[in-house]
């Protein structure tokens, strides 16, 4: 079951322009995606749980409340004094920041049969990943990423014994 289409990348922050020639290599990486960094995010046990959840409904969205909490975005706070807070902007948001990383980074260059080229335009020019930024939007996913897993690990109102999942580190660029 996937959480994304090509139209979750027509608007907003993560809008990748694409050519009905380009679907095909979007759908790649979001496939990828989706596979690779739920499975880091929740652990093998859990992830096949959420996807399992995710396929019943016609909707496309998580059922059980435990899913539907962290499929959202949210906000949390472990009660106590000076607490760590995290903000987590939903799943979707994160995999989405996740796979506009991804596609854009590698559509700089591309593979042809006489080696890797790099794209070149009289009219314009590429930018680095500093000034554009696709590093921020996949710091921005870590951050939920981490948010996430902070919220199932110090959760009391629902349970997640089944959560193995594994940290993922933030993208320096320097």
């Given at each position: 079951?996937?959480?994304?289409?090509?139209?979750?990348?027509?608007?907003?922050?993560?809008?990748?322009?694409?050519?009905?020639?380009?679907?095909?290599?979007?759908m790649e990486t979001i496939s990828f995606v989706e596979n690779k960094y739920l499975v880091k995010l929740f652990g093998v046990e859990l992830y096949d749980l959420f996807i399992e959840d995710l396929a019943l409904p016609v909707i496309g969205e998580p059922t059980d409340p435990r899913f539907t909490k962290i499929y959202n975005a949210f906000n949390y706070q472990k009660s106590g004094h000076c607490e760590k807070l995290v903000c987590s902007e939903g799943i979707k948001k994160m995999l989405c920041g996740f796979v506009y990383y991804l596609y854009t980074r590698d559509i700089v260059s591309r593979i042809t049969t006489v080696g890797i080229k790099k794209t070149d335009s009289q009219n314009s020019s590429n930018l680095t990943a500093i000034k554009h930024d696709i590093t921020g939007r996949f710091n921005d996913s870590v951050r939920t990423f981490?948010?996430?897993?902070?919220?199932?690990?110090?959760?009391?109102?629902?349970?997640?014994p089944e959560f193995n999942g594994v940290n993922e580190c933030f993208n320096h660029i320097f």
């Open positions: 079951m996937a959480i994304l289409t090509i139209d979750d990348f027509k608007h907003g922050r993560c809008k990748i322009p694409v050519n009905p020639k380009q679907e095909f290599d979007l981490k948010a996430i897993q902070y919220y199932i690990c110090n959760n009391d109102e629902f349970e997640y």
